[in-house]
T-cell receptor, first 111, second 115 residues
Framework: DADVTQTPRNRITKTGKRIMLECSQT?????MYWYRQDPGLGLRLIYY???????NKGEISDGYSVSRQAQAKFSLSLESAIPNQTALYFC??????????FGPGTRLTVT | AQSVAQPEDQVNVAEGNPLTVKCTYS??????LFWYVQYPNRGLQFLLK??????LVKGSYGFEAEFNKSQTSFHLKKPSALVSDSALYFC?????????????FGQGTTLQVKP
């Protein structure tokens, strides 16, 4: 987990607020991903990036945006948070199509 | 559409007994298959993967999984369970060729190993 870090680890925010979750990696991977985890639903892909200039929507991108500031940094923003965005958010990295390495997660609560 | 199913929400097993966590998949191409484990308050950790070759794949912590193409299954197994194996387990699939690295996850199975 130390190779992929996420900040903050926990966050409580109010409906309508903008919030940014940050991810950094030291594995030197080009590919980075953002997922959300909800009980009973597994992990669902929000956005993914194959390099700094390549960003793609995942299956549940509505209400989210991302920024790939550098090879090692990939941030996720909620422009106007809503309660059903309360979830556990994970960042991951991979080398080509190989296994993914996950960060420790950010627990986000929107009240 | 591609999908992964883990038919059991929870698996209970006594320490020392063999364990199996089931996974079936539905894809339109050749699958890459993965198992991950999640301990409380931690991120997912990679256990093992099947890409091609031998249908029996060995991974971390004594786990193994068997790829069965005819049954489209990739069940996770361990000959002798430990209490410390108690965790949430996820099966995932991506596609080759044209592998983008995007993973489709099952809903997860909680493994409870009792002393």
């Amino acid at each position: 987990d130390a190779d992929v870090t996420q900040t903050p680890r926990n966050r409580i925010t109010k409906t309508g607020k903008r919030i940014m979750l940050e991810c950094s990696q030291t594995k030197g991977h080009d590919r980075m991903y953002w997922y959300r985890q909800d009980p009973g639903l597994g992990l669902r892909l929000i956005y993914y990036s194959f390099d700094v200039k390549d960003i793609n929507k995942g299956e549940i991108s509505d209400g989210y945006s991302v920024s790939r500031q550098a090879q090692a940094k990939f941030s996720l923003s909620l422009e106007s948070a809503i309660p059903n965005q309360t979830a556990l958010y994970f960042c991951a990295t991979s080398d080509m199509g190989d296994e993914q390495y996950f960060g420790p997660g950010t627990r986000l609560t929107v009240t | 559409a591609q999908s992964v199913a883990q038919p059991e929400d929870q698996v209970n097993v006594a320490e020392g007994n063999p364990l199996t966590v089931k996974c079936t998949y539905s894809v339109s191409g050749n699958p890459y298959l993965f198992w991950y484990v999640q301990y409380p308050n931690r991120g997912l950790q990679f256990l093992l993967k099947y890409i091609t070759g031998d249908n029996l794949v060995k991974g971390s912590y004594g786990f193994e999984a068997e790829f069965n193409k005819s049954q489209t299954s990739f069940h996770l197994k361990k000959p002798s369970a430990l209490v410390s194996d108690s965790a949430l387990y996820f099966c995932a699939v991506s596609l080759w060729p044209g592998n983008t690295g995007k993973l489709i996850f099952g809903q997860g199975t909680t493994l409870q190993v009792k002393p």
